[in-house]
């Protein structure tokens, strides 16, 4: 653990429709530290997603403030927003995003040659090896099972070694047996490499593996921080 890394203070978000205002987000604040792992949990509908998508600066917020890696994200324009997400933030999805037309070392490499890495194949494959696809580099996400693919999409999210890893139901589309070993690897490489952990998920038992969690209800924190 060390400084924080992530900071939200009365984070609110509220969207138009043709019933009115419908306040998605009410009120939420939260610190993180270097290292530290949050589950965000509730039903659905409950804002999990939004809170994930302000945290990350993919949405800005109603009212309140976001800080990431010492930068307010409010203050900030997209392409700003999207360079400190480039430097700061990974991601892991429930559907994977792989790009089709490259193979899984392609998959990894491509952050890192956006970002100028000359090391980018040597990296990805070492990574791909660590995550146990060390055999399956050649083969494109069609020729990988469901947990290989999310291997694969894991690799690619600690590529660029980010502060902060951002996953959004990690295990939603995995049997039990491999959601667990998806699992494992999150974790495992979050101790590493000392990555904050933001997971949102309807997996109870992914989510007590935090250092701490949050419930939401309608927008609502109704549980606090844990522990």
């Given at each position: 653990?060390g400084?924080?890394?992530?900071?939200a203070?009365?984070?609110?978000?509220?969207?138009?429709?043709a019933e009115?205002?419908?306040t998605?987000?009410?009120?939420l604040s939260l610190?993180l530290?270097?290292?530290?792992?949050?589950?965000?949990?509730?039903?659905?509908g409950?804002?999990?997603?939004?809170l994930?998508g302000?945290?990350?600066?993919?949405?800005l917020?109603?009212?309140?403030?976001v800080?990431?890696?010492?930068?307010d994200?409010?203050?900030?324009?997209?392409d700003q927003r999207?360079?400190v997400?480039?430097e700061?933030?990974?991601f892991?999805?429930?559907?994977?995003?792989?790009?089709?037309?490259?193979n899984?070392l392609?998959?990894?490499?491509?952050?890192l040659?956006l970002?100028?890495?000359?090391d980018?194949r040597?990296?990805?494959?070492?990574?791909?090896e660590?995550?146990?696809?060390?055999?399956?580099?050649?083969?494109s996400?069609?020729q990988?099972s469901?947990?290989e693919?999310?291997r694969?999409?894991?690799?690619?999210a600690?590529?660029?070694?980010?502060d902060v890893?951002?996953?959004?139901?990690?295990t939603g589309?995995l049997?039990?047996?491999?959601?667990?070993r998806?699992?494992d690897?999150?974790?495992?490489?979050?101790k590493e490499?000392?990555?904050t952990?933001v997971?949102?998920t309807?997996?109870?038992?992914?989510?007590?593996?935090c250092?701490?969690?949050?419930?939401?209800?309608?927008?609502r924190?109704?549980?606090?921080?844990?522990?």
């Amino acid at each position: 653990m060390g400084a924080s890394i992530l900071t939200a203070r009365n984070l609110s978000k509220v969207v138009t429709s043709a019933e009115g205002e419908l306040t998605i987000l009410h009120e939420l604040s939260l610190e993180l530290l270097k290292g530290d792992s949050l589950a965000i949990v509730g039903a659905s509908g409950s804002g999990k997603s939004t809170l994930l998508g302000l945290l990350a600066g993919l949405d800005l917020p109603s009212a309140g403030s976001v800080t990431l890696a010492g930068q307010d994200l409010g203050g900030l324009d997209e392409d700003q927003r999207a360079r400190v997400r480039a430097e700061h933030v990974g991601f892991v999805f429930q559907s994977f995003q792989l790009l089709d037309s490259l193979n899984a070392l392609g998959n990894v490499m491509l952050p890192l040659e956006l970002d100028g890495r000359r090391d980018a194949r040597e990296h990805a494959r070492n990574l791909l090896e660590r995550v146990g696809l060390g055999q399956r580099l050649s083969h494109s996400p069609r020729q990988l099972s469901g947990g290989e693919q999310q291997r694969v999409a894991i690799a690619r999210a600690f590529a660029a070694e980010p502060d902060v890893l951002f996953a959004d139901e990690p295990t939603g589309n995995l049997d039990s047996h491999t959601g667990e070993r998806i699992s494992d690897l999150l974790f495992e490489l979050n101790k590493e490499r000392g990555t904050t952990l933001v997971l949102v998920t309807h997996d109870e038992r992914l989510a007590h593996r935090c250092h701490r969690q949050i419930r939401l209800d309608a927008g609502r924190l109704v549980a606090p921080l844990e522990p």
